[in-house]
């Protein structure tokens, strides 16, 4: 591939073409549609190219952009076959399903053993919610193409829909089999996984593979798929054949949230340590124990160094830090264990003489570990300078926010899953929002959803938000400089684009002269001396008819965060690391059945910082349903759903069956009072600005 550069035009085109190819027939459909575009770059009037690359966007559901392409081929050679089928195949797409079904029936009386037509008559019944039939469908596709892993995906689909995870996961699980690079397959699986919470009772060597390769990759949030890896780190711990791989994966992409683990975890940095100060000069081969020590270098890092320090341990680091600083200065040659050992403790880039870790030629493991703690913090730095403040910062308690987020970006994390496809916003809030909105959706303006993150942190949704909703064109603005560099980087590794970036006050934000189709603010009005004053200036933003994410935590959920802060204030601890280390141990010594240890349930109370909001938040409101519906009422704005996995809203469904219960927050309040934890995240919901009589904007 390095040599592709030098290439004539053409040459590199078929090259292109063929790796293409390759991915298409194996259903990746991502990473074929983004060569064919390459190769049509560098010949734009290819017919291969268009044809191709037109089947490519109709099997993504992207007929519409897939038209230009199929009529480009058929003006360099009129009645082109394939082109002429799929331009038929993009008219049909605009048809609606009972049609298309009519038109597949009559071309499958033709060639009743086309597995590609069985596979599309199978993906339409889904849609129609057909799904036994669609089962049929796609058992004829595979009694013909046994060994294709798209036919199985699609498949494995239906049985989820249809409450088989089960089944699901063995169709998943043979499509990877088939193909280990089927990123359909792989984000099916493991989102499957962690609906259904499923572990298995004994080592799965397969299974555990899959989980290290979904952190890695990732098929889903790192963070989401942690609890499934945790659990079966626990089943396998004494599997003699266990590989590497998962708790590596696990450590370098998701911080641990299990306190047995932790414990664990805690020993170990200290045995590294001792192994580290013993080892006077590098190895000439990386360890098992050398790559551990990185990756654990690299939790510690994710998770802001908030494992308990027994004491001592600080001074022998500093020591040993100390060691390092003098070694790098006189270009002396640094063992990794001891890098690794430091980083355990605090980042490298704060240690002396840490620019001379930049440009050397280290092993993976090492080179991992230097960029998190080194290139991409001075990095971060570098793009403080480049965002702008768009509103002032005034408010007493939103400047003693800001210097609490200030300390450090967060939450840390590292990736984002990589096969998201645009989709439009409807199908986007279809996949989010348990009923479908009964209302007309907000119109693109200037040929752009026009949309605010207000409280955008380091980055995670609105990222997420614009690699998922076509059109998007987002404003994403947050107190803290250093959680806006930290996104501001993450967007620029991701290859993000159509996300503005600005420091700004939420309470301010009415001075900036714009408004939106589509608001988020999740975990931020709670945080405010007066929610309803922020709620209000983000109802101003909104246009009429437009939608708003919120999120805020519930009364009833955080009881055991209320006993948590009386205890905190019984015992006068401050919310600086040493006492929130300390803090830590004794809330998890009191265990889940006193209310106290319970907040050890929580995310995060597993790193500092959000230990710290957890915990210390100099302003924190909690909610009920019906003070959320005041709150809705007097800013004109319509409860539109929860977003909440699919066995809640299934369990919510058993006692309010009526489809109109899931917009109805008296029924969910009274279902949250049988199930207090219920919302123990936030009340994550969507809400709709209410049209004036006079009309629609």
């Known amino acids: 591939m390095n040599e592709v550069g030098y290439m004539d035009p053409m040459e590199r085109a078929r090259m292109l ?18 060569l064919y575009r390459q190769a049509l770059e560098l010949i734009p009037d290819r017919i291969s190219l268009l044809v191709n690359l037109s089947a490519v966007l109709i099997a993504q559901g992207r007929a519409e952009e897939a038209l230009e392409y199929c009529q480009r081929a058929l003006e360099l050679e009129p009645g082109h076959p394939d082109a002429s089928e799929h331009l038929a195949a993009c008219r049909q797409a605009a048809l609606e399903p009972a049609a298309r079904l009519q038109l597949l029936e009559r071309q499958l009386s033709q060639r009743p053993r086309d597995a590609g037509l069985l596979n599309n008559r199978g993906v339409l019944l889904h849609e129609l919610g057909r799904h036994a039939d669609a089962l049929a469908s796609f058992g004829l596709a595979l009694g013909i193409e046994a060994d294709n892993p798209g036919i199985l995906t699609n498949r494995a689909r239906t049985w989820e829909v249809m409450g088989e995870p089960t089944r699901a996961m063995e169709d998943y699980r043979h499509a990877l089999q088939l193909d280990p690079d089927h990123e359909p ?18 080592a799965d060597p397969g299974y555990e593979a899959l989980l290290a390769t979904a952190l890695e990759r990732p098929w889903a949030r790192p963070q989401s798929i942690a609890p499934l890896a945790q659990a079966y780190l626990g089943v396998a711990s004494n599997d003699p054949a266990r590989q590497v791989d998962l708790p590596v994966a696990l450590l370098c992409n998701a911080v641990v949230t299990d306190p047995r683990l932790e414990q664990g ?22 360890s098992y124990s050398e790559v551990l020590h990185c990756a654990l270098a690299m939790q510690c890092f994710l998770n802001e160094y908030v494992y308990a320090e027994p004491q001592g ?24 264990s001891w890098l690794a050992a430091v980083a355990c403790y605090v980042p490298l880039h704060t240690i002396g003489s840490a620019d001379r870790l930049l440009g050397k030629d280290w092993p993976p493991h090492l080179h991992r570990l230097i960029q998190q703690q ?12 480049t965002i702008p403040a768009i509103t002032p910062i005034r408010d007493s308690v939103s400047v003693e926010v800001r210097k609490q987020y200030e300390q450090n970006p967060y939450p840390r994390w590292s990736k984002l899953p990589r096969d998201t496809v645009r989709t439009d916003l409807p199908a986007f809030l279809a996949s989010r929002l348990a009923a479908p909105l009964p209302h007309k ?3 693109a303006s200037r040929g752009g959803i026009e949309a605010l993150n207000a409280g955008c942190g380091t980055g995670q949704h609105p990222i997420d938000m614009v690699q998922r909703i076509e059109g998007l064109e987002l404003l994403a603005v947050d107190l803290s400089l250093s959680s806006l560099a930290y996104a501001k980087r993450m967007a620029q590794a991701l290859g993000t684009q159509g996300i503005e970036f600005a420091q700004a006050d939420i309470l301010e934000l009415g001075s900036v002269g714009r408004s939106f189709d589509l608001i988020e603010s999740t975990g931020v009005l709670h945080h405010l001396a007066d929610p309803a004053q922020g709620l209000s200036v983000l109802a101003g933003l909104l246009r009429e008819g437009g939608l708003m994410r919120l999120a805020l935590y519930s009364e009833r959920a955080r009881q055991s965060v209320v ?50 909001d957890l915990l210390f938040h100099v302003q924190e409101h909690r909610f009920t349903l019906p003070g959320i519906q005041a709150l809705l009422d007097r800013f004109s704005l319509e409860f539109a759903g929860f977003e909440l996995g699919a066995r809640e809203v299934a369990g919510f469904r058993r006692q309010h069956p009526q489809p109109e219960a899931l917009r109805d927050l008296a029924a969910w309040d009274a279902h949250e009072r049988q199930r207090p ?17 006079a009309g629609s904007r």
């Open 17 to 34: 073409f063929e790796q293409a190819l390759e991915h298409h027939g194996r259903q990746r459909l991502e990473a074929a549609e983004k």
């Open 185 to 202: 397959a792989g984000v099916g699986f493991i989102n499957a996984a962690i609906e259904a919470e499923f572990v298995p009772p004994a």
């Open 265 to 286: 975890l805690v020993r170990l940095r200290t045995s590294l340590l001792q192994q580290a100060l013993a080892q006077p000069a590098p190895q000439p081969a990386a």
């Open 313 to 336: 341990e600080r001074d022998t680091m500093e020591e040993l830090a100390s060691r390092v600083s003098r070694a790098l200065a006189g270009g002396e040659a640094v063992p990794a």
């Open 374 to 385: 080194v290139a991409e913090p001075w990095a971060e730095q570098e793009l403080r300078g």
């Open 441 to 443: 959706l907000p119109t």
């Open 563 to 612: 006993a948590a802060r009386q205890y905190i204030a019984e015992r006068g601890y401050q919310p600086v690391a040493e006492d929130i280390r300390r803090l830590r141990g004794e809330l998890a010594a009191f265990g889940l059945s006193d209310p106290r240890g319970e907040v050890a349930k929580f995310t995060d109370f597993y790193s500092m910082s959000e230990c710290r």
């Open 677 to 693: 934890e219920l919302f123990s995240g936030m009340y994550v919901f969507w809400v709709r600005k209410r049209q004036s009589p």
